[in-house]
């Protein structure tokens, strides 16, 4: 298990350590769910560039596209093997990827633009 899994309930943990995450939102369901979200972000995120906190967001899908619009972004996810993925994805469009935890933000107040959390919540 992962360095950070230790603040989500066992059974959480073992199911984004089977690493199935990354493909979730390039088929079926996750496809729309993708595109709806990025009309939804396009609407209401400040115009870029914006720094933005993507808290719980997982192997930085998200964190990708917001950093090809322009945006300057963090994310942060308790997985670690999730934020392995995310740091493997930032090398085409640079983001910033950490291991974190939503309830405990090292951030000060003030340092973003904007915060999503989509997939926590």
């Not at 603040?7 to 089977?18: C, K, N, P, S, V």
């Amino acid at each position: 298990m992962g360095e950070a899994l230790d603040t989500i309930a066992g059974e959480i943990a073992e199911y984004y350590e089977r690493g199935r995450e990354d493909g979730r939102l390039t088929s079926g369901h996750g496809l729309l769910e993708y595109s709806r979200t990025q009309v939804l972000l396009r609407r209401y995120l400040p115009d870029a560039p914006a720094r933005v906190l993507d808290i719980g967001g997982g192997t930085g899908r998200y964190a990708a596209w917001l950093a090809s619009e322009g945006y300057e972004v963090i994310l942060i996810d308790p997985v670690a093997l999730h934020v392995s993925q995310a740091q493997a994805r930032a090398a085409d469009q640079p983001f910033a990827a950490l291991v974190g935890d939503a309830r405990s933000l090292d951030f000060a107040d003030g340092s973003f633009d904007a915060a999503i959390s989509l997939g926590p919540l």
